[in-house]
Nanobody
Framework: QLQLVESGGGLVQPGGSLRLSCAAS????????IGWIRQAPGKEREGVSC????????YYADSVKGRFTISRDNAKNTVYLQMNTLEPEDTALYYC??????????????????WGQGTQVTVSS
């Protein structure tokens, strides 16, 4: 059974950090680009960061460049999103997605094959 399970969300103060994890199973993980997509209430979905199947290429939205870092461990079928210097504007439901596509297609065009249920990130004092 195909699964993408996110974890690591929570409530954090502005300036704080969180590390999200996405554990995948049920498909050929290292054939897929993996990305983090977020959606805040009343806003469009946004491709936050995506990483290619072998990890050689990454994409970051302008809003998170320099603050977020994506990585993957294909031996563990897991992708991570390290989020530093969090801002209230980062508050959203974050979900991970998989696609046999480029990181630009995933994160810009939101061309996704599979996605998880999401983990909530709330940045507030």
């Amino acid at each position: 059974q195909l699964q993408l399970v996110e974890s690591g969300g929570g409530l954090v103060q502005p300036g704080g950090s969180l590390r999200l994890s996405c554990a995948a199973s049920g498909f050929a993980f290292d054939d897929y680009a993996i990305g983090w997509i977020r959606q805040a209430p009343g806003k469009e979905r946004e491709g936050v960061s995506c990483i290619s199947s072998r990890g050689y290429h990454q994409y970051y939205a302008d809003s998170v460049k320099g603050r977020f870092t994506i990585s993957r461990d294909n031996a563990k079928n897991t992708v991570y999103l390290q989020m530093n210097t969090l801002e209230p504007e980062d508050t959203a439901l974050y979900y991970c997605a998989a696609a046999r596509n480029t990181v630009q297609a995933m994160c810009v065009s939101l061309t996704l094959d599979y996605w998880g249920q999401g983990t909530q990130v709330t940045v507030s004092s």
